[in-house]
């Protein structure tokens, strides 16, 4: 934990001095995207020290044969690499023939970035004195547009203390690898490299995958902000090209490079028209200046902003946290585009490879549907509809059959493609948090179209699998589920799961009863679906029969629920008696004893409570919180937003702020060392819901929203909206008071600690 | 299964006719080796198609990087691989210019392999014409000699049926790979190359192990048996060098090339006269012919099959088979060397890797004990020994601490080499089985001197390592034993593996008894061994109190133990339920699928019932057969020969006749469809122990050979012999008799089904 590296700000994060040793950790923080494409705060200029350079392009994969020790049969054929793209931003640099490199400057004096959130604006300034004595100084502005998703567009601006001839070559670079490549294959091939005086093209398709992707650019400069004309000639290797420059800089006075740039994919285009489309873009942009973008770039934040931001009053790092991971996500996933999803590390690293973990439903569903309008969310299950038939392939890989399907771990397409046959094959509760989902969404959103249109089906199939995965025993004469792996992914192969085996019984009944609904409401859609999937009445009597007699562990005397059969079996020891010096203890212990150990990775029983928290009374929350908490060691990214939750709900003050300040600073405070490799983009909706379901304590009870507001001690006012069934609510939340306004004239009720309020316009409540 | 691939002989292996297809399951089935070196079968001259290559030298290994999909903490840094090793048997040849080359022959019309195990010979024919219509026939016999370890010799010879000009290029090369490579590592250097008119020598050096190896060959030229000078000129590369001999051959004459060939290596010699070593063998051989070194040959291997020949009447498949086990063990093994172990597919591929498994004390101790003389059964006790302390830092590196040790599942130096966690850090029984090994080399041959001077220490590392593995579990009241893979290897991470807890339990009770004997018997080994590690009374308390105190799952309505805590909450489905045509499973159903499934690879509580045999009754035997036999699906070699031994025991003939055909043709026969890998060495010591232990039912009572013999019924008599003792006990049994003689005079105790019988020189005890 790097805790105070970045100070605190409301609305920037700043990284001040030269640290080299800091570079990848910044170079992950200060990550930029819009949704379509995202790249981590590499320089633009040389940098030979330490850096991890990566550039990626929303849904533009590769499927990197699997690499395993020993193969096991049903291994997924490749692991989905999320592929670093060309490079549009470099400018190579030489003031009086040497080249700029911070690395090897002979001093660097002043060194600053900042990442200002609520424009979506990258800046860095450096001075430095080169080793021939130049002193320099530096500042670039970079930003990923909004408004026009293949673009990006920086301003560098150099300046030096002496007169100087300055050799510029902005360009484009396909020979990139990436460094988590299973076989060293090469992963693009290019197909065409061009340029003229002011402006480049490479288009590169991918091995296998055939996505093909033109990344361009255009050049300017400007000296004092005038724009100055000027020749270059063309350097072209076999995979890079760039716009040789020669410049007279006179000292005092400023050269500014602004380069437009970015990526065309066949996601989007035809790809014989991708050339000509980059041609277009770039005419559409003669007009504009730097400025007249960014200010675009402004509007486009303010509105995201508008309806997704939170304040608090009187915690500024707590401030900071929450927009850092509000600006996070929407920098990932927009929603506008149904192909898309949230790669667990969005566009900040290679980590994780695909894009799509349940983390999506588990996590980010409700972020999603209450800061932006509701297709957004729709759009998120559309995407695992239109993936029913790949999950009904993967199901048939591992021996299922008649339509159960078993979504993936991991995916980029549909088809799994993680690799360790204890996650693959056996962390099959992400089935429950996608029928979850459906059922969130439906009560969110108040859409009963989605279930006949679309998410019945989906139902069905994980029904189908649940039914066919647990088996009768004998010995208990009750169904049980063998051989998982539950969300605790530090057990493996374990028997009933509590976890796994609850939200299975859930998911068959919840399928069952959600076709009856259809055969009574939606009868076509009945019909239509019973006959494509030829689902009978049989089946669904077993999947009845199945979950009325499915085991759940649990310990009488404690009376808690067990996480799996065996759990009361281990040394029960707190992760308080652990030593500090061991931990994480995933970096410091051998993976067999970590799972004989009683430590949980991340939120599992409780999880499992947290979704279906209206079954369970506070007391046996407050039980099997109390037994399962002190064994957790949060691990996982994922886990403090629930424990956050659930500690908030059980008056646990100190505690659910200590858990959120976990989650919201995660990667700013860098708690599990390991910041360079990337962001962890899917929790930060958890920290979302740490602020909106713990602290304020937002529920839906039955068509209406419900607050039970316990602000930690030190904030003075929080305040942020919901997109609730089409309206949008106002919170002000003190101490003391709750403020709700909302902007339609419709009455309707609040809940406040249960009680009900009547909601016209606004009201102010005392708690 | 391929069965009758091979016809039947008491002495040979035949493979007649041309199959392209077969040419990789040959090269397994006709390997040979002296123990020091062996190779597959691959054809001298030029072979285009299909073929797996492979030359091994004992003890000489790569490291090769570990390749994971995902790094767990505590796995080893590298898999050792058993190395390809330079070729030495290499023939280029061509026939008026056409290579010789049987992939491009036009017509191939006869051709065998026969390897004749009685002299240890392996021979090959054929006879083809060329594309350019030449008939060509071949004869060539090879052998590596077990006189001289360093030596093979071939004598290839060649006819054409017309006058032709030989262009002749025996040569060595060291451009040699691994098949198994993870990551396209070279593992060699060449040091040296060069070559006279009629030898040629490399040396070369594995890159990171460092071993030195000179290859060397000499070239003899006859005809029809006569000698003939040659003249050569060197064609040599960077890794290759042979000698270009052209030759006249005048139709109806045989030209016979001798090749002397082989390995020096820095195990042995001092790397820097590891060419001077060849050419003093190679000088001293100077007088000696093919022959001359066959006759040698033949001696070695009459006087091995003096004390190893089992012979069977009435049965002449099941005589070839033991015979083929016998002679592989013995190409594999002649325990002279205390640096060797078994591999698990000696020299015959490279599978496996490493050289060490638990196999060496599990299957193969009592072959080589009742075969051979006492020092060699020692020899591969010393060598857990020699590796006590690697075993110490293995369960360091797992967490253990104070000496406990933890052998390793792969090596070839005492340190762990396998990479999958749930063998690597589950799969901890192996420890139990060194220990077995211990007290059973004790019990057989009466040297009490073993476990003073060097077993206690490997018997006390073993019971620390079970005293801190097991845990106390507060809801059972008993030590348990979490997380663990037991022999059965289709199930992984389970909790409380009874064959696990009991063999732990044994391991702590026997050291704390042995230890307390070497304090009655041995006090100066026993104060020795106490100052040198440490051992303190309160730690054998600890042991004696763990063990007392030992968790071992049980069903009481059934009256059987359970192989772990829940396999009765199992779908308990028999063997005989499963589709033939999804056999093997592992070749046909998900990992998870088996993992659940109550499908037994190999004995597993049978295996400990088998190991401490009078504990139980023959009716607790009798039940836990027949509850798990109808469960295992004997996917590994390991796996019939405990069935065979027990079935024998408990009067079920038929199966026991059939699960030794199973062990004794797995490799002639192909049981399990791989057999081009490799052959499946360690097992074949197991198919010895389904005849001697199972058939004749010899047990050890007291310090006296028992039996109990169950001949199948086709045997109309089996004969072998016993080195028990220091005596040679030789044994005839029909269906009705048994006839026991013995090398010594002084009278002894026979125990024949439980009856007591004095045998002096010769008893013959009607059965």
């Given at each position: 934990m790097n805790l105070n590296n970045y100070p605190f700000h409301p609305w920037k994060i700043i990284d001040k001095g030269w640290n080299p040793e800091n570079v990848e950790a910044s170079e992950s923080i200060f990550s930029i995207g819009n949704g379509a494409m995202g790249q981590r705060a590499n320089f633009e200029e040389d940098y030979s020290g330490k850096t991890f350079q990566g550039s990626y392009i929303g849904g533009v994969y590769y499927p990197d044969k699997t690499r395993v020790g020993w193969w096991k049969n049903g291994y997924p054929e490749y692991f989905a690499k999320v592929l670093n793209a060309p490079n549009w931003i470099g400018i190579h640099i030489k003031i009086e023939g040497e080249q700029l490199d911070l690395h090897h400057a002979k001093e660097v004096l002043h060194y600053e970035r900042v990442l200002d959130m609520e424009s979506g604006l990258y800046e860095r300034s450096f001075t430095a004195t080169l080793q021939n004595g130049i002193g320099v100084r530096v500042h670039s502005k970079r930003f990923l547009s909004l408004a026009q998703s293949a673009l990006g567009v920086i301003d560098y601006r150099i300046e030096t203390d002496r007169d100087a001839t300055l050799e510029i070559i902005p360009y484009l670079d396909a020979g990139i690898t990436n460094q988590d490549s299973n076989w060293e294959d090469q992963f693009w091939e290019i197909d065409r490299i061009g340029a003229t005086q002011k402006t480049a093209y490479i288009e590169a398709h991918t091995l296998k995958t055939e996505f093909s992707v033109g990344t361009f650019m255009e050049v300017r400069l400007l000296e004092n902000d005038d724009t100055i004309d000027f020749t270059s000639s063309v350097k072209k290797t076999e995979k890079k090209v760039g716009l040789e420059i020669s410049h007279q800089l006179t000292a005092g006075k400023e050269l500014s490079i602004h380069k437009l740039g970015g990526y065309l994919s066949s996601r989007n285009y035809p790809k014989e028209n991708l050339e000509s489309e980059a041609n277009a873009l770039l005419l559409a942009l003669k007009n504009e200046s730097f400025s007249s973008l960014y200010n675009a770039q402004k509007e486009k934040w303010s509105s995201i902003w508008k309806s997704a931001d939170i304040t608090i009053d009187g915690d500024v790092k707590a401030q900071q946290a929450i927009r850092f991971n509000i600006f996070q996500l929407n920098q990932t996933y927009t929603g506008e585009d149904a192909g898309l999803n949230i790669g667990p590390k969005g566009f900040t690293g290679e980590k994780y490879g695909g894009s799509t973990y349940w983390d999506t439903e588990a996590y980010c569903i409700p972020f999603y549907m209450a800061t932006k309008n509701q297709a957004v969310a729709r759009n998120l299950l559309t995407y695992r509809y239109l993936q029913l038939d790949r999950a009904i392939e993967n199901a048939e890989k591992l021996g299922f059959t008649k339509g159960a399907a078993l979504y993936p771990m991991v995916t980029m397409n549909g088809e799994e493609c993680h690799n360790e046959w204890e996650i693959t094959f056996e962390e099959i509760h992400r089935n429950s948090a996608i029928a979850f989902a459906i059922f969130n969404y439906t009560r969110y959103t108040g859409d009963t179209s989605y279930i006949p249109e679309?998410?019945?089906?989906?139902?069905?199939?994980?029904?189908?699998?649940?039914?066919?995965?647990?088996?009768?025993?004998?010995?208990?004469?009750?169904?049980?589920?063998?051989?998982?792996?539950?969300?605790?992914?530090?057990?493996?192969?374990?028997?009933?799961?509590?976890?796994?085996?609850?939200?299975?019984?859930?998911?068959?009944?919840?399928?069952?009863?959600?076709?009856?609904?259809?055969?009574?409401?939606?009868?076509?859609?009945?019909?239509?679906i019973q006959q494509k999937i030829d689902l009978q009445d049989a089946e669904m009597e077993q999947w009845k029969k199945t979950a009325a007699q499915?085991?759940?562990?649990?310990?009488?005397?404690?009376?808690?629920?067990?996480?799996?059969?065996?759990?009361?079996?281990?040394?029960?020891?707190?992760?308080?008696?652990?030593?500090?010096?061991?931990?994480?203890?995933?970096?410091?212990?051998?993976?067999?004893?970590?799972?004989?150990?009683?430590?949980?990775?991340?939120?599992?029983?409780?999880?499992?409570?947290?979704?279906?928290?209206?079954?369970?009374?506070?007391?046996?929350?407050?039980?099997?919180?109390?037994?399962?908490?002190?064994?957790?060691?949060?691990?996982?990214?994922?886990?403090?937003?629930?424990?956050?939750?659930?500690?908030?709900?059980?008056?646990?003050?100190?505690?659910?702020?200590?858990?959120?300040?976990?989650?919201?600073?995660?990667?700013?405070?860098?708690?599990?060392?390991?910041?360079?490799?990337?962001?962890?983009?899917?929790?930060?909706?958890?920290?979302?819901?740490?602020?909106?379901?713990?602290?304020?304590?937002?529920?839906?009870?039955?068509?209406?929203?419900?607050?039970?507001?316990?602000?930690?001690?030190?904030?003075?006012?929080?305040?942020?909206?919901?997109?609730?069934?089409?309206?949008?609510?106002?919170?002000?939340?003190?101490?003391?008071?709750?403020?709700?306004?909302?902007?339609?004239?419709?009455?309707?009720?609040?809940?406040?600690?249960?009680?009900?309020?009547?909601?016209?316009?606004?009201?102010e409540i005392a708690l």
């Open positions: 679309m998410g019945m089906e989906v139902l069905v199939g994980i029904a189908r699998f649940w039914a066919q995965r647990a088996s009768f025993s004998a010995a208990k004469k009750q169904y049980v589920i063998l051989g998982v792996t539950g969300p605790n992914e530090y057990e493996n192969n374990v028997n009933n799961n509590w976890y796994t085996n609850y939200s299975a019984r859930w998911c068959m009944e919840y399928a069952a009863e959600q076709m009856n609904r259809l055969y009574n409401e939606f009868p076509a859609d009945a019909a239509r499915m085991y759940l562990p649990k310990d009488d005397a404690l009376k808690i629920v067990l996480q799996q059969d065996g759990f009361l079996d281990k040394t029960l020891e707190h992760v308080s008696s652990l030593d500090p010096a061991e931990r994480p203890i995933n970096q410091h212990w051998s993976w067999d004893r970590i799972l004989r150990s009683p430590y949980i990775k991340q939120a599992d029983v409780l999880q499992g409570m947290y979704f279906f928290e209206d079954h369970f009374s506070n007391e046996e929350l407050e039980r099997n919180y109390a037994f399962y908490e002190p064994f957790t060691v949060h691990e996982s990214s994922l886990s403090p937003c629930v424990h956050a939750i659930l500690a908030s709900k059980l008056g646990k003050e100190e505690q659910a702020y200590a858990f959120y300040l976990r989650t919201a600073r995660l990667d700013l405070d860098d708690y599990n060392a390991e910041v360079e490799e990337g962001l962890h983009i899917t929790s930060m909706a958890g920290t979302w819901m740490s602020i909106v379901e713990g602290f304020a304590g937002m529920r839906i009870k039955g068509e209406q929203l419900s607050f039970a507001p316990r602000l930690p001690k030190a904030w003075e006012k929080l305040q942020f909206k919901i997109n609730f069934r089409d309206a949008i609510y106002t919170l002000e939340l003190t101490q003391d008071t709750l403020v709700c306004s909302v902007d339609q004239s419709e009455e309707t009720t609040l809940f406040v600690h249960d009680t009900a309020y009547t909601l016209r316009d606004k009201v």
